[in-house]
């Protein structure tokens, strides 16, 4: 069964730093687009970043310039690298993974990891 395990959240003042992971394990053909989503309290869950199989990256417009979502293919791992951290940052953050295993093709979810940026 295919999992998406996520790390590297936590608690951090603004203007810092963090770096989220997300590993996929399980029986795995390839994995095509990677990406974070965030939902922060009383609202909906929105796209963050994605990154394709060859590296081609999209960013929203509110992290555009601060955030950075790699990958390594071989890791089966995607990051985020996340700079110069707001209060309003402050969410859920999910890892994304579109994965081709077993004769089949679906999206896959992380649990999910908790950032909070203080003021």
């Known amino acids: 069964q295919v999992q998406l395990v996520e790390s590297g959240g936590g608690l951090v003042q603004a203007g810092g730093s963090l770096r989220l992971s997300c590993a996929a394990s399980?029986?795995?053909?390839?994995?095509?687009?990677m990406g974070w989503y965030r939902q922060a309290p009383g609202k909906q869950r929105e796209v963050v970043a994605t990154?394709?199989?060859?590296?081609?990256?999209n960013y929203a417009d509110s992290v555009q310039g601060r955030f950075t979502i790699s990958r390594d293919n071989a890791k089966k791992t995607v990051y985020l690298q996340m700079n110069s951290l707001k209060p309003e940052d402050t969410a859920v953050y999910y890892c994304t993974a579109d994965i081709r295993t077993l004769g089949r093709r679906d999206d896959y979810w992380g649990q999910g990891t908790q950032v909070t940026v203080s003021s």
């Open positions: 990154i394709t199989s060859g590296g081609t990256t």
């Open positions: 399980g029986i795995i053909f390839s994995i095509n687009t």
